[in-house]
């Protein structure tokens, strides 16, 4: 389908390297003759499955999964004023079924606040029903303007998983968000990518919501990408669409709500934020491939040597493994490119001496060889996989390290975001805040910033002076 | 949040139990502010998923999951002239982004043939690239003037599984089909589903096909529901859409395709042939809740029941089963009926005098009771589940056995079709079946009809006299 042929641009020009990336390593194909909307490919689509399910294991601890509508009538749409800002330029207009023009434009959801919280009104009748905790994964759109992007920014998000729950006080909906951030971490951990959280400045939260809480990864040229946000509501919406339940003392109150959002993007930081020049690296739990066994063939040997790899194969299937034989006609440096291009964590050969001396020789995707003794392999699989897990955490922990630089002042921070994130000190005010991305040409994403290795102690604001936090400075996707 | 309240109408007014049904249920919710678009509840989005991961699993088997674009821009979509003729009024078309004007308009799409031929075409090199058999699970979008209903007749189809293969040659193609056929009778065989299997006329098959095999499944008031549809394309697509490959001797060559779909009709069809005038009855492997354990409580040895109950529990989950305690402060019927209205297949009992005697009582959705010893836990409630799925089976079977009749002639058809359907001989010929549905207002669905207890002897038509074949004759949703 894709050809291998050629060769990957090295990592450091990154723009050209993912652009690359995703097709020689089949994930997605950016030819579709519609701006900002891309195909999956099997591989693509097979690494996104794997993902979700985190996702849906995750959230199905507690949560519950359903299935709203694509089409929000305008009317429905144009209620919640101070959402509808955030959009308008944004939405797409269904205006015509077959011939005939609608009485009542449609808007292909951006975000299903409009479509659900109506529903919600009719289900939320007693604080018996609180709270309510639902979640669906979904295709969502946007009329970007700007530059798209596979998996980035697009015109069709393939992949929303938002979340939206209701609450009888703004302090149950404030623990909401709190275990949502908890969730987001965990899915993120999962994916061995490290996140750095933080509060939105008031003028960036979600048209509509009392806070916003976001979730970046920084990406290899040092710029951050948005890859989760959890936002509390309050009673907004609730007034909104008269979301209203009888409380233990028979008085009718607006309810609260929060809702959380991740989308394909997460796909992108998995593949930036671990692959190489090589191609992806990827998590063993997510990986389309876990394992890729290639069979070393000298042809005395030849069939005696099948036999071994397809055995293997099978206990390593029968063991829960995704398991692929490469028993193409190749030389095998052909075949390792291949799977290395596609990112499988750990690749086992076989040959004549392997079988004589009952061992496989396993090279994980990062070059590391060992050894497994064959009577033991499931166990020396497992292990082999869960070291590499491990590796690949600690490798993007210390990179992401390396991209995240204190700065005492301006001319530090400048330097910093470069090539990665500066943390400077921060007084809060917006007309401070227009100072620092004026003259660092970056935007301030957040304080409050949540990340081990950092605390909040206060410093002084480098604009004004006056008391400040430690803030999030960097250029983002 | 549906409540409880009420009763279901019975099930021989069809129309009424199930538009009940979908709510008591909960199922979907039919309240959404546009016509023809529902929301999923929890509980059956639980179902639909279960479900679809049936489909998934056996499709997984050969073929692999992708994911292409919801819009597809006008000049593609106009392409195929005889396919679009088929679909001109059904579609719904974007003409705005925002406050501009596209452009070029989107269809949303009522089906992805004219998404996806496009890339099959790019990436359709040589017979070594084939055949490829993807598939997609989507939503789609038809304008639908006719009355509408929840699952069976919508305007967002939520739940389009539909699969696009391509061979390098039209025997290729056909073998595709029957594979296909195969898949489909397997999934509605897990459903415990009977469904007929005949051609489709000419005139009534899939706009751009050779032919087209359909699978209809009867609903409890005789009409037929067509659940699945398999079609090939011959090489119609490929030629609209330049798709050839270099076969073995150097030569390029038109492709050949098929595809086949289907929708949440399959969830239609699951609540209709099964459910009866208390509601849902599911098979073991969709239903949402497996088991529903009811402590049994009396004052003196509340506590010992619960616990026991909650111990159950852990047992049945651990060993794999989807299960639910209800401790609700409710007499144990209220919980039978909530728990039967849901469809779950097996009820436990289990209370003090059952403690003492080693044994809980197990109940299953027929009412049928049997005490399964507390030793023997996981193998008694295993076979009463396989038991249980049987019986549905058969019931099933036997229901649509009563429901199909051979026919002589007209006259006896016009009586069968009156709470069923006919099979009636028919020469071929569309005079004749447009005789044969005005006279008995039915239409005619097909012939060449796979049933395993019909064979498909010759005899004559009843309105020219000619040689004919058994036809399926019915009312049709």
Known sequence: MAEDSGVLPPKENFSEWYN???????????????????????????????TYSILRELLDRDHEETLFPLLIPENEFMKEAEHIKGFEEEVYWVTHGGTSELDVKLALRPTSETAIYPMYSLWVRSHADLPIKYYQIVNTFRYETKHTRP???????????????????????????????ALYREFYDR???????????????????????????????????????????????????????????GEQKYAFQTCYGISERCIAALISVHGDDKGLVLPPEVSPVQIVIVPIIIKKRAEEVIEAAQQLEKELKDAGYRVKTDSRDLRPGAKYYHWEMRGVPLRI????????????????????????????????????????????TERALSHAKEQIKFASNLEEAKEAVKSGVAIIQWCGSEDCADEIEKKLDVSVLGNEVRLDFIDNKEGVCPIC????KPAIVARTY
């Open 20 to 50: 690359d990336i995703l097709w020689r390593a089949e994930i997605m194909d950016v030819r579709y003759p519609v701006k900002g909307v891309y195909v999956w490919y099997p591989h693509g689509f097979s690494l996104r499955r794997s």
């Open 151 to 181: 998996l980035i920014r697009l015109r069709e998000i393939t992949s929303f998983k938002e979340a939206h729950t209701v609450h009888a006080t703004w302090e149950d909906a404030e623990n909401q968000v709190e275990d949502a951030i």
């Open 191 to 249: 994916l061995c990518i490290p996140v750095i959280i933080s509060k939105r400045p008031d003028w960036d939260k979600f048209p509509g919501a009392d806070y916003t809480i976001a979730t970046d990864a920084i990406m290899p040229d040092g710029k951050t990408l948005q890859v989760g946000t959890v936002h509390h509501l309050g009673d907004h919406f609730s007034k909104t669409f008269e979301m209203t339940f009888e409380d233990e003392n």
């Open 349 to 392: 050969e076989i040959g004549p001496r392997d079988i004589d001396n009952g061992v496989v020789m396993s090279v994980n995707r990062y070059g590391e060889k060992a050894t497994i003794e064959r009577d033991n392999i499931i166990s020396g699989i497992e292990s082999r996989l869960e070291d590499f897990r491990d590796s690949m």
């Open 465 to 468: 002076g006056k008391p400040a």
